[in-house]
């Protein structure tokens, strides 16, 4: 199983606000490092959502946001539209590991 | 914008080398600061650092294929590459190639199935 864990699915309706969250220990998120998000739409790439916690890069809305306490993570969405549905995933960086740097498991949005 | 695109056979036969390459554009690999990276995903299932190379030539490779992993950067052609030997049918996966900045990934390719079966 993956090192940071984040539920394997949630789920909301249009205009809703749902959040995900990655939980990892004190070697990773707890350590300090940083949490960054990809989304992943059906079908394609992963895209990078957030980066340093709760930074945008540009043209991702500002729906989207992160936040780090201790040892987790959250990404929340609000306003959700159809076209969120995608698998989201978290990553960082764990120190105790032999390789460093980690992906949640993922979450499946899923837009009622 | 800087654009990257795998390339590479789509079926490889087991205890075979997979072989892909990576065409980066919009962006040097030369010009440093920026970690090359290949990445995969099992069908259905998350995402699995493979390693990657830094324009010095430098690299870093998942302990866990570290044994079955190269990979190398013709900065000339702007292209860095991935070979897997005695692949299996568990090293079915889409490979993706990415850069890296430090610590997260910021611009990945469109990725490639790769398919081991005889």
């Known amino acids: 199983q993956s090192v940071l864990t984040q539920p394997p699915s949630v789920s909301g309706a249009p205009g809703q606000r749902v959040t995900i969250s990655c939980t990892g220990s004190s070697s990773n998120i707890g350590a300090g490092y940083d949490v960054h998000w990809y989304q992943q739409l059906p079908g394609t790439a992963p895209k990078l959502l957030i980066y340093g916690n709760s930074n945008r890069p540009s043209g991702v809305p500002d729906r989207f946001s992160g936040s780090k306490s201790g040892t987790s993570a959250s990404l929340a969405i609000s306003g959700l539209q159809a076209e969120d549905e995608a698998d989201y995933y978290c990553?960082?960086?764990?120190?105790?590991?032999?390789?460093?740097?980690?992906f949640g498991g993922g979450t499946k949005l899923t837009v009622l | 914008q800087v654009q990257l695109q795998e390339s590479g056979p789509g079926l490889v036969k087991p205890s075979q080398t997979l072989s892909l390459t990576c065409t980066v554009s919009g962006g040097s690999i030369s010009s440093g600061g920026y970690y090359w990276s290949w990445i995969r995903q099992h069908p259905g299932k998350g995402l699995e650092w493979i390693g990657y190379?830094?324009?010095?030539?430098?690299?870093y490779y998942n302990p866990s294929l570290k044994s079955r992993v190269t990979i190398s950067v013709d900065t000339s052609k702007n292209q860095f590459s991935l070979k897997l030997s005695s692949v299996t049918a568990a090293d079915t996966a889409v490979y993706y190639c990415?850069?890296?900045?430090?610590?997260?990934?910021?611009?990945w390719g469109q990725g490639t199935l790769v398919t081991v079966s005889s």
């Open positions: 990553q960082s960086y764990d120190s105790s590991l032999s390789a460093p740097w980690v």
């Open positions: 990415a850069r890296m900045d430090a610590f997260f990934v910021d611009y």
């Open positions: 190379i830094y324009y010095s030539g430098s690299t």
